[in-house]
């Protein structure tokens, strides 16, 4: 056994025993993780999400979303890993990271970002991310576009809105 799986099971252990899973019990429908996964990493995302001022997709002035960055912290509030993108991608402090393909959302209230259910790609490298199947993100906190004027005489600007949310790896049974 290596020292980094050991390092990943001691701090996958300690996480598990913290996470509530009457959390998960409350989580709608859309972002369930599959039958056949368990829980392998929770984790608290703090950071901010950048927006544009630009022209969108159907050609109307709007804040377009550019990426996110956040440190992905344990339970004790200690950094584990990062968050950042595009492409959106979590990378554990033993330098092994994922991206994923999203494949639900779910509203959260207002002013904050929507709950999410990401289907993981393979890992790269060895460590905390091997072997991840999907990502949650629940208990979000902030993180929408900014509520203020965007139009051509704003072409351009950014707006950097600070967020929270867990972060909660599976892993495949």
């Keep these: 056994m290596t020292i980094?799986?050991?390092?990943?099971?001691?701090?996958?252990?300690?996480?598990?025993?913290?996470?509530?899973?009457?959390a998960l019990a409350e989580t709608p429908a859309d972002v369930q993780v599959p039958d056949g996964n368990t829980v392998a990493l929770e984790t608290v995302g703090v950071g901010a999400i950048t927006y544009m001022c630009e022209t969108n997709d159907s050609g109307d002035m709007a804040w377009v979303f550019k990426?996110?960055?956040?440190?992905?912290?344990?339970?004790?509030?200690?950094q584990v890993g990062s968050y950042y993108g595009p492409p959106a991608t979590w990378e554990a402090l033993d330098g092994s990271k994922?991206?994923?393909?999203?494949?639900?959302?779910?509203?959260?209230?207002?002013?904050?970002?929507?709950?999410?259910?990401?289907?993981?790609n393979p890992a790269e490298g060895e460590g905390a991310m091997t072997g991840v199947s999907y990502i949650q993100r629940l208990n979000t906190e902030g993180g929408v576009a900014p509520d203020v004027t965007c139009d051509s005489d704003h072409d351009g600007a950014t707006a950097v809105v600070t967020?929270?949310?867990?972060?909660?790896?599976w892993t495949a049974e």
């Design 4 to 22: 980094k799986h050991l390092t990943r099971t001691a701090l996958g252990a300690a996480l598990i025993a913290s996470f509530s899973h009457a």
């Design 67 to 78: 990426g996110p960055h956040a440190a992905l912290n344990d339970n004790d509030g200690s």
């Design 98 to 120: 994922i991206t994923g393909t999203q494949l639900a959302t779910a509203p959260n209230g207002d002013g904050n970002i929507p709950l999410q259910l990401v289907e993981a």
């Design 163 to 169: 967020y929270q949310a867990d972060y909660i790896f």
